[in-house]
């Protein structure tokens, strides 16, 4: 097992990664609107643009997993809003996003989950965030938990006070690790993705730990 600052060779690899682990808790890829469009969301501004540190975790030559993190959430914004974002939907538009019911459901949700949005719990004793994805060859043996404080230790020589992540409310296996870690819950946000059929409110819980 080795961790390493990610190199472009591995965006192929972080890409699947993204898309093998989405809401793997819940059943997976099967809940992607758009397989392609979530992993540019979720990786193109640490892989193309530098959006903060991006380390991978590799056995025997195979990326297994990756920690993408941000120090800066004003440039990750205009990254996403500018560069990501765009192209992003326009190709999943081309490839017939918008005959896809559960968009429709996205976006007649879009007023509730703003409204909910506003209520989140305020971070500015958290300043940075991250995610990690790993899959199952390198779940269960620290693997994450190496990942996260080689991310709380750059954040914590860079003079941040806190770090924040959001994990999904059903996601208990996910919620379990940051606690682990030492987070603590903040409050809730509302998911921003596709409502189920039968109109269940998604949430993600917000974790916060200080340096």
């Keep these: 097992m080795e961790i390493r600052l990610y190199q472009p060779p591995d965006r192929v690899a972080v890409r699947e990664v993204c898309r093998a682990t989405a809401y793997d808790y819940d059943g997976g890829g099967a809940a992607l609107?758009?397989?392609?469009?979530?992993?540019?969301?979720?990786?193109?501004?640490?892989?193309?643009?530098?959006?903060?540190?991006?380390?991978?975790?590799?056995?025997?030559?195979?990326?297994?997993?990756?920690?993408?993190?941000?120090?800066?959430?004003?440039?990750?914004?205009?990254?996403?809003?500018?560069?990501?974002?765009?192209p992003a939907v326009a190709g999943a538009i081309a490839r017939g996003l918008l005959f896809r019911p559960a968009l429709w459901r996205l976006v007649a949700g879009l007023p509730r989950f703003l409204a909910a949005s506003?209520?989140?719990?305020?971070?500015?004793?958290?300043?940075?965030?991250?995610?990690?994805?790993?899959?199952?060859?390198?779940?269960?043996?620290?693997?994450?938990?190496?990942?996260?404080?080689l991310f709380l230790q750059e954040a914590?020589?860079?003079?941040?006070?806190?770090?924040?992540?959001?994990?999904?409310?059903?996601?208990?296996?996910?919620?379990h690790f940051f606690e682990r870690l030492g987070f603590r819950p903040l409050g809730r946000q509302p998911a921003f993705r596709p409502p189920p059929a039968d109109g269940h409110v998604e949430w993600k819980i917000v974790y916060g730990r200080e340096i």
Excluded: I, K
């Design 156 to 175: 914590a020589e860079r003079g941040l006070p806190g770090v924040h992540v959001t994990v999904y409310e059903e996601n208990a296996a996910g919620r």
């Design 118 to 149: 506003r209520r989140g719990p305020r971070l500015d004793r958290y300043p940075a965030d991250f995610h990690v994805n790993l899959l199952p060859p390198v779940r269960g043996n620290e693997v994450g938990s190496h990942l996260a404080e």
């Design 33 to 86: 609107l758009d397989s392609r469009l979530f992993t540019d969301l979720m990786t193109r501004a640490w892989t193309d643009f530098g959006a903060g540190p991006l380390w991978v975790a590799e056995l025997e030559g195979r990326v297994e997993g990756y920690l993408a993190g941000c120090f800066d959430l004003r440039r990750f914004a205009r990254l996403q809003t500018w560069r990501v974002v765009p």
